[in-house]
C-alpha cells in the first residue's frame, strides 16, 4: 500500500451524506415495491460566441491613365462589396451625401484617383516633352506620338493588372464570407437539433412525472411504513457512518504501518548495502588468497617435481653403487673361499710335515 496514492483525503468528520442523491445497497428482504423517481439530468450549454464581424475592405488608390478613366469608373461599381449588416456591428460606415456624387455617377473616392493618375500621367508627360525638347535633334510628330502610345499601354497594362489582383482578393474575401455565414449556420441548426430533441424528451417524460406525482398520494399506513422505512434507512446509514469510521482507522494503521514498513525497508537496504560491500571485500580477499594459494600450489608442485627428480637421481645412483658393493662381496667371499680352501690344503701339508718330522725324530 503506497502511501502516494491514497484516494481518500477526507477524514471521518467531513463524510457528508449528498443533497442531490445517495444510493444505499440492501438486501432483497428489505427491499419495497415503491415509485421510483428518476433524476433527470439537464446539461447546459454555454451560448454560442457572436460570429466576428467581417473587416471592412477599402480598395487602394490606383494608377490610372485619363483614357482609362470610364473603364475604370465601371470597374470600381462592379468591385463594391456588399458587407452584411448585423446588429453587433460597432463600426458602420457613413453613407455618402447625394451632392459629393459628379455627373458620371463615381465617389469622391474615385475622383481622388483621377486627380492622381492625372497628375502622375501630367508629369510623365512633361518629362517626355522635356527630353524632347533638350535633345539635340528635334523629333518628329511620329516618334512622339509612339513614344505617347508606348506609355500609354503601359500604364493601362499596370491599371489592367492592379484592377485583376484586386478582384481575386475581393473574390477571395468574398468566399471567405460565405464560408464563415455557412459553418455559423451549421452551428445554429446544431443547435436547433439539440433544442428540440431536449423539449422532445421533456415532453416525453412528462406523463410519468405526472403519474409519480399522482401516485404520491398515499395513506396512513403508507406513511407509516415509509417513517419505518426512514427509519431503518437512518439505522443503516449509521452503520455505514461506523463502518466508516472504522475503515478510515483501519486506512490509518495501514498508513503507520506503511510507513514502519518503509522505515525498516530502508534500513534492510542500507544493511544490504553494506553486506555487498562486505561481500565484495571478501570476495577480492578470496580472490588474493585463491591466487596466492595458486602461486604457492604451483612453487610446491615445482618444489615435489624437482625433489622426485633428484630422488630419482639418489636412487639410481645408490642402486649402482649396491651393485657395485655387491659385486666387491662376491668377489671378495670367492677370494676367501679360495685362500680358506688353500689355509685348509697348507693345514694338511704342515700336518703331514709334522708327521713326518715326528716319525723321523722317534726313529732317532
Known amino acids: ?43 447546459t450549454e454555454e451560448p454560442k460566441k457572436p460570429p466576428k464581424e467581417s473587416p471592412v475592405i477599402e480598395l487602394p488608390p490606383l494608377d490610372m491613365a485619363p483614357d482609362t478613366m470610364k473603364k475604370t469608373s465601371h470597374a470600381d461599381d462592379k468591385t463594391k462589396i456588399a458587407m452584411p449588416t448585423t446588429a453587433s456591428s460597432a463600426h458602420p460606415r457613413p453613407a455618402e451625401p447625394a451632392g459629393q456624387r459628379h455627373e458620371n455617377g463615381t465617389a469622391p473616392r474615385s475622383r481622388q484617383h483621377t486627380v492622381t493618375v492625372m497628375s502622375v500621367a501630367g508629369q510623365e508627360v512633361k518629362q517626355t516633352f522635356a527630353a524632347a525638347r533638350t535633345a539635340d535633334n528635334p523629333i518628329s510628330l511620329d516618334e512622339l506620338e509612339k513614344r505617347m502610345s508606348q506609355l500609354v499601354s503601359k500604364m493601362e497594362k499596370d491599371n489592367i493588372a492592379k484592377l485583376d489582383k484586386t478582384r481575386k482578393d475581393c473574390a477571395k474575401q468574398i468566399q471567405a464570407q460565405k464560408e464563415q455565414a455557412e459553418a455559423d449556420q451549421q452551428c445554429l441548426s446544431m443547435n436547433l437539433d439539440e433544442m428540440k430533441k431536449k423539449i422532445e424528451f421533456f415532453g416525453a417524460r412528462a406523463p410519468q412525472l405526472s403519474q409519480m406525482t399522482a401516485s404520491t398520494m398515499m395513506t396512513p399506513e403508507d406513511t407509516r411504513f415509509l417513517k419505518l422505512e426512514k427509519n431503518q434507512l437512518e439505522m443503516e446509514l449509521r452503520t455505514v457512518h461506523d463502518a466508516y469510521k472504522n475503515m478510515f482507522n483501519m486506512y490509518d494503521k495501514l498508513k503507520n504501518l506503511n510507513k514502519d514498513l518503509k522505515e525498516d525497508n530502508a534500513q534492510l537496504r542500507e544493511i544490504e548495502s553494506t553486506l555487498k560491500e562486505k561481500i565484495a571485500t571478501g570476495q577480492e580477499k578470496y580472490m588474493k588468497m585463491v591466487d596466492q594459494a595458486t602461486e604457492r600450489l604451483n612453487q610446491a608442485n615445482e618444489c615435489i617435481a624437482s625433489l622426485e627428480r633428484k630422488s630419482e637421481d639418489d636412487t639410481i645412483t645408490l642402486r649402482a653403487k649396491l651393485k657395485k658393493t655387491e659385486l666387491q662381496l662376491s668377489t671378495t667371499l670367492q677370494q676367501l673361499e679360495i685362500k680358506r680352501k688353500e689355509c685348509m690344503e697348507l693345514n694338511e701339508i704342515c700336518q703331514a710335515l709334522l708327521a713326518k718330522a715326528e716319525i723321523h725324530s722317534d726313529t732317532e
Open 1 to 43: 500500500m503506497d502511501s502516494g496514492s491514497d484516494d481518500c483525503d477526507d477524514g471521518p468528520g467531513t463524510f457528508q451524506r449528498s443533497p442531490v442523491q445517495q444510493t444505499i445497497i440492501r438486501p432483497h428482504s428489505q427491499t419495497r415495491n415503491l415509485p421510483v423517481i428518476n433524476s433527470v439530468s439537464v446539461t
